[in-house]
């Protein structure tokens, strides 16, 4: 079993519609979670971080951890075609400056 | 602010080369840098830890022979892939970590290497 799984999509979904994107992970020591959207042939860009189990929202986007559960997710409400892009889930198990084990990515594409 | 960047952005060399590519952080000091590797549909995996003044700690399976990292100031880290193979051929993206509240790691544009 992965440490990090990852649906990789595509998903694709209407203009406007709220998207949700998911991971499960196996360590119960991951302590801090993070979502990245990375373009084609880009580096990934921080889009939330949450520590332990909880919501936490910006703008557009919301983020849920169920560290019960293993399962953490990202919700985008109001979709639009500048969204799509592969989301990466990330996470560590400190809180410093260590490496970041990575889900595998979805895909999503929001047809105008 | 927290701005990454990457040198260069695609390389293609003989098999046999060595390859050096640069990570600089443009608007931050990063005591900690990260390598990472991605492969076509895959996660980027870990690489590489990589402390400014000090030794580079790897990833297992990782060979620190082959992949040589210099972490000689508080913006630049550098990954030379010696004696590349095609194998070799990925896409290697570099992350700063940098504290704020929590230390958050922001990543370069990656470099696109191929070996033929």
């Given at each position: 079993?992965?440490?990090?799984?990852?649906d990789p999509g595509p998903l694709s979904v209407p203009e406007g519609a709220i998207v949700s994107l998911n991971c499960t992970y196996s360590n119960s020591a991951f302590q801090y979670f993070m979502w990245y959207r990375q373009y084609s042939r880009k580096g990934p860009e921080l889009l939330m971080y949450t520590y332990s189990s909880g919501n936490k929202e910006d703008g557009r986007f919301t983020a849920q951890v169920d560290k019960s559960s293993k399962y953490i997710s990202l919700f985008i409400r109001d979709s639009q075609p500048s969204d799509s892009a592969t989301y990466l889930c990330a996470m560590r198990t400190g809180g410093g400056a260590d490496g970041l084990t990575f889900g595998k990515g979805t895909h999503l594409i929001i047809q105008p | 602010g927290a701005v990454v960047s990457q040198h260069?952005?695609?390389v293609i060399c003989k098999s046999g080369t060595s390859v050096k590519i640069e990570c600089r952080s443009l608007d931050f000091q990063a005591t900690t840098m990260f390598w990472y590797r991605q492969f076509p549909k895959k996660s980027l995996m870990l690489m590489a830890t990589s402390n400014e003044g000090s030794k580079a700690t790897y990833e297992q399976g990782v060979?620190?022979?082959?992949?040589?990292?210099?972490?000689?100031?508080?913006?630049?880290?550098t990954l030379t892939v010696t004696s590349a193979h095609?194998?070799?051929?990925?896409?290697?993206?570099?992350?700063?970590?940098?504290?704020k509240g929590v230390y958050e790691q922001y990543f370069g544009p990656g470099t696109r290497l191929t070996v033929t």
């Open positions: 079993q992965k440490e990090v799984e990852q | 260069p952005s695609r060979e620190k022979d082959k992949f040589l990292i210099n972490h000689a100031s508080l913006t630049l880290s095609p194998e070799d051929s990925s896409f290697y993206i570099c992350s700063a970590a940098t504290w």
